[in-house]
């Protein structure tokens, strides 16, 4: 079986910097709702309470349920259509097999709130493990050293406390430290801002930037 390393540049199929503007948008726009949805939260506390308890409580706080839910739902959309144009491009299968399953259950996040249980905690789970990976592995897309070390940083930084959180529980020293809440965007915003800056990064550099095709991969 052939497996690709790295990208594949296609000038004739070039949607890198569309892919871009989709990943940015859909990225940019979770981030301001989850900030909007905390505002129309009375008594919300972002060391004790999660993310998805934002839309997590029966009954739904609203409007900050909806506005959460709708957000992920739509961040899992344009990531979806983001990884299409970056595969259609010649984008690395790696990277995009990553992005698209935890863009997937980004949106099974949104339609299966925190109330809903085992159905829940399995998308937010894998949306959170994918989406590091995803970071680790952009690499593979021809990026820049600079970039390349901050996708490093962030990968790392989200999936060492996935992994705790794994090993050693909820009383692990990190989570006591942060609180859930905490804990959580510690492992969440790192891979959101991460794919914001990749999103700004596609975006602006356009045609030029992956002309070299990767034989070897960086290791």
Not at 5 to 12: A, D, K, T, V, Y
Not at 85 to 114: D, M, N
């Amino acid at each position: 079986m052939k497996i690709q390393r790295g990208s594949l540049f296609r000038p004739e199929k070039d949607h890198y910097s569309i892919a871009g503007i989709l990943l940015l948008i859909g990225a940019f726009q979770f981030f301001m709702a989850v900030n909007l949805a905390e505002t129309q939260f009375p008594g919300y506390s972002t060391t004790m309470n999660t993310l998805s308890h934002l839309a997590g409580t029966v009954p739904p706080v609203e409007p900050s349920a909806t506005i959460f839910n709708i957000s992920a739902i739509l961040m899992g959309i344009l990531s979806l259509a983001s990884v299409y144009l970056i595969l259609k491009s010649g984008g690395c299968r790696l990277f995009s097999t990553c992005l698209a399953i935890a863009s997937t259950c980004a949106i099974g996040v949104g339609l299966f709130p925190s109330y809903t249980g085992n159905y829940h905690i399995f998308f937010a789970s894998l949306t959170f493990i994918f989406g590091s990976l995803a970071v680790l592995f952009s690499y593979r897309l021809g990026l820049n050293i600079p970039m390349v070390i901050v996708s490093l940083v962030a990968g790392f930084t989200s999936l060492i406390i996935i992994i705790s959180g794994l090993v050693w529980g909820l009383g692990n020293p990190i989570i006591t430290f942060l609180g859930p809440g905490g804990a959580e965007r510690f492992v969440a915003y790192p891979v959101l801002l991460y794919l914001l800056a990749l999103g700004g990064y596609l975006t602006s550099r356009g045609k030029d930037w992956v002309k070299i095709r990767f034989t070897q991969g960086y290791f």
